[in-house]
């Protein structure tokens, strides 16, 4: 098996969809004009990762109630530091940041509808 995209219900499909390909830098792969606005987004390799959608049926969940732990969405970054000042300038919220014996530094953000972000700067990376 090979892991295809995560995805999640979410109530502003535009607003979300926008401020992660504006902000991470995903683009649309592939994007449904009618409900319910299935977005999928690739990363900087092109590869599908994530998909949002609003399906007004079900609850769209308040994200901001669950704690990072539960889930978050985790991306690479070169610089932990100016990506959290970035990201927080552009409308996330800081939750925690560790840094670890190995020299790692992770930094875990909410993005504005609440989403747990976390930004990995790994000393060592992973395959």
């Known amino acids: 098996m090979v892991f295809?995209?995560?995805a999640l219900n979410?109530?502003?499909i535009d607003g979300v969809v926008d401020w992660y390909c504006t902000h991470l830098g995903l683009t649309i792969d592939n994007q449904q004009k009618e409900a319910p606005y299935m977005t999928f987004l690739a990363d900087s390799t092109g590869r599908v990762v994530v998909e949002f959608y609003t399906r007004e049926d079900e609850l769209a969940e308040d994200f901001?109630?669950?704690h990072p732990l539960t889930f978050h969405v985790a991306f690479v970054s070169e610089?932990?530091?100016k990506d959290k000042q970035?990201?927080?300038l552009a409308g996330a919220s800081f939750f925690e940041e560790v840094f670890k014996d190995d020299g790692s530094h992770l930094v875990m953000l909410r993005d504005?509808?609440?989403i747990?972000?976390?930004l990995c700067q790994r000393a060592v990376k992973f395959p």
């Open 79 to 81: 610089n932990a530091e």
């Open 4 to 6: 295809e995209h995560f």
């Open 112 to 114: 504005p509808w609440g």
């Open 86 to 88: 970035r990201l927080l």
């Open 10 to 12: 979410v109530a502003d």
């Open 64 to 66: 901001s109630k669950r």
């Open 116 to 118: 747990p972000l976390q």
